[in-house]
């Protein structure tokens, strides 16, 4: 088993900037690709950001425009997301995902991907 806790959330203004981490712990030898998924009030779980086992590939969804960076530090079990120029529209439960299957990019966007998932941190945008 493998567990994940995320932290870094809380409220930002429009055009701010958070930065999200997540801690690995358990199996962690197991996990390859990592990911942030993201919920909005009433909306269903969407994709942010996916980052291989080596953090030499990554993946975003089409809304980020440049604006979220993920990495990940392996000898820590922590991958992170920087997300700047926040819009209110950012408004939601930032997940932490994390997967044991080779990164492949028919498949990192989606959450069937990953099997271990954090209990999530509560991003809110002002503005």
């Known amino acids: 088993q493998v567990q994940l806790v995320e932290s870094g959330g809380g409220l930002v203004q429009a055009g701010g900037s958070l930065r999200l981490s997540c801690a690995a712990s358990?199996?962690?030898?197991?996990?390859?690709?990592m990911a942030w998924f993201r919920q909005a009030p009433g909306k269903e779980r969407e994709f942010a950001a996916a980052?291989?086992?080596?953090?030499?590939?990554?993946g975003y969804g089409d809304y980020v425009n440049g604006r979220f960076t993920i990495s990940r530090d392996n000898a820590k079990n922590t991958v992170y997301l920087q997300m700047n120029n926040l819009k209110p529209e950012d408004t939601a439960v930032y997940y932490c995902?994390?997967?044991?299957?080779?990164?492949?990019?028919?498949?990192?966007?989606?959450?069937?991907?990953?099997?271990?998932w954090g209990q999530g941190t509560q991003v809110t945008v002002s503005s």
């Open positions: 980052i291989s086992r080596a953090g030499s590939t990554t």
């Open positions: 995902a994390a997967g044991i299957a080779p990164w492949h990019s028919a498949n990192y966007g989606y959450s069937s991907t990953y099997i271990y």
């Open positions: 358990g199996r962690t030898f197991s996990v390859t690709t």
